[in-house]
């Protein structure tokens, strides 16, 4: 109880590692230091079937929004499910956007280098041409869709939630960056 022997063993308990807290989150992250585990854990399973999710990512975009179909010169053409599927090109850019996505959920760990570099990807669109930063938004639910498929019965609503708050907290910071990429332009003109 006050004795000097439950003092000793009630400090050494608090000194063992296994069993402390872990440490808080960065207060700017939307996810809890568990919530991150999870994600990062979840995400492994999508990250084997890479090209896949991005692919189903694609091909759920252009089902819902085909007026982005423009923005894509290789592969503009591609009008049917098929031919999504089967171009190089596609898989190729889908695989691209899944590795930045990849970037920024390993970012979460230290939210200086993942809003540097989010920030600078989301700048970088505005070379395309015809590119809104609203555009980065229509990602987010075949993003889940895509997440969905892949992962199966792993998808549960734990990991809906937290992939629901890491994939909106990504693309508002590629806005973010679209638009700051703007002001810079400006004021360097």
């Not at 003092?7 to 608090?14: D, G, I, K, P, V």
């Not at 930045?100 to 505005?126: N, P, Q, W």
């Amino acid at each position: 109880m006050g004795c000097k022997l439950s003092q000793l063993a009630s400090s050494e308990f608090h000194s063992d590692p296994f069993h402390r807290p872990p440490p808080p989150s960065d207060p700017r992250s939307p996810l809890t230091t568990k919530q991150q585990y999870c994600m990062l854990a979840s995400w492994k399973g999508i990250f084997r079937q890479i090209e896949k999710t991005g692919i189903i990512l694609f091909i759920k975009l252009f089902e819902e929004n085909e007026e982005l179909l423009h923005l894509f010169e290789k592969f503009r053409e591609l009008r049917t499910k098929e031919a999504i599927v089967s171009s190089a090109e596609l898989a190729e850019h889908a695989t691209q956007v899944m590795h930045t996505l990849d970037e920024g959920i390993k970012g979460l760990a230290d939210m200086d280098s993942f809003f540097a570099y989010v920030r600078h990807v989301g700048g970088t669109h505005r070379q395309v041409p015809g590119f809104k930063a609203e555009n980065f938004l229509k990602i987010e639910q075949p993003f889940l869709e895509a997440a969905k498929t892949t992962l199966g019965d792993r998808y549960t609503p734990n990991i809906e939630n937290i992939y629901k708050l890491t994939i909106r907290f990504i693309l508002e910071n590629l806005v973010k960056g679209y638009e700051d990429g703007g002001n810079e332009n400006e004021t360097q003109t």
